[in-house]
């Protein structure tokens, strides 16, 4: 394939002139599903738009720039962390969990309670609070001092109400160890091992932890409608610590399900699973061709599923 002049133009430019070249470039793809085997045919053999903004990703990542903000739907902003996972995703990309962000669209309303635990910079946070907006409310639990850092930015540049507990979720208050990833991996922090090839510490942190029981009576929760876990394998742990909840407000659940990070934290799938069929849910998985909502957990190596309540 011969060379791109625009790469070459980009790839050219001064420092200064990065971050609003970056922007140009920025896409935000529908809220529309979009099939995992699409996606990775997409990772695979990316167009000559992905392939301008993955160049352009390195070159901001060469410069003194932290952030760049681009829009994103129902009129959000994101400010990109430059150099992170999450950030180079939304941007090459120019999605990050459709099929779960898709789903929220069409079920999220004004009024409603959305708890976002393992917030990361907030961009769960972000959505939810646009669509249960006015009435609604969302509370974010993030460990980590740095994304928290990320997070309160994002809320502020979007003038955002949200609650923000830094804190982990588990089975009952207390302390715990929090295993910082680099900002490469930042979507990796845990409070148990790493269990993906080329993720490393940076630090670790003692944090506070909370059981989602032990918060709702502090919060004086009336009602919770959706739940968001991606707390990197404690997810079993943290359901434990809201029986009280799931029985009495009945959320729907999108949960990532990854046997790796689960066994990590001295939990399985097949524990996850039961415990979830024991509060009376079932789960669905986005079908890898069509990104139908569909009954069952296809994939054995790990993805992001939505457990919904039985009647």
């Not at 009129?75 to 099929?99: I, K, M, R, S, T």
């Not at 003692?206 to 968001?228: C, F, H, I, N």
């Not at 990070?261 to 996850?272: G, I, K, M, P, V």
């Amino acid at each position: 394939m011969p060379a791109d002049p625009e790469v070459a133009r980009l790839l050219a430019l001064d420092d200064a002139e990065v971050p609003a070249a970056a922007v140009s470039l920025a896409v935000t793809r529908p809220l529309t599903p979009w099939p995992r085997a699409a996606a990775e045919r997409s990772y695979a053999h990316p167009s000559l738009e992905q392939i301008r903004r993955l160049r352009m990703w390195d070159r901001l990542c060469q410069t003194p720039t932290s952030t760049i903000p681009i829009g994103w739907h129902h009129g959000l902003h994101l400010p990109l962390q430059v150099g992170a996972e999450l950030g180079h995703l939304l941007y090459v990309q120019g999605a990050y969990d459709p099929n779960e962000f898709a789903f929220l669209d069409g079920f999220l309303q004004p009024g409603m309670v959305f708890v976002d635990a393992g917030a990361n910079v907030g961009v769960y946070t972000l959505f939810a609070a646009r669509k249960v907006s006015p009435g609604g409310r969302v509370i974010a639990l993030e460990p980590s001092a740095r994304e928290r850092k990320a997070w309160l930015d994002a809320v502020r540049r979007n003038r955002i109400d949200a609650e923000l507990i830094p804190a982990a979720l588990g089975e009952q208050d207390g302390q715990a160890i929090l295993h910082v990833a680099q900002m490469e991996r930042s979507g990796h922090n845990t409070m148990g091992a790493f269990v993906w090839g080329g993720v490393r510490e940076t630090r670790n942190e003692a944090v506070p932890m909370r059981s989602l029981d032990s918060l709702a009576r502090e919060l004086r929760l009336e009602r919770l409608d959706v739940m968001k876990l991606d707390i990197e394998g404690a997810e079993t742990a943290a359901l434990k610590g809201a029986a009280g909840v799931m029985r009495r407000f009945r959320p729907v659940l999108v949960l990532e399900l990854s046997p790796a990070s689960l066994q990590a934290q001295d939990s399985s799938t097949d524990e996850l699973l039961a415990l979830l069929d024991g509060y009376g849910y079932t789960l669905h998985h986005f079908d890898y061709t069509t990104a139908e909502l569909t009954e069952g957990a296809s994939n054995p190596s790990g993805e992001n599923l939505i457990a919904l309540p039985r009647a």
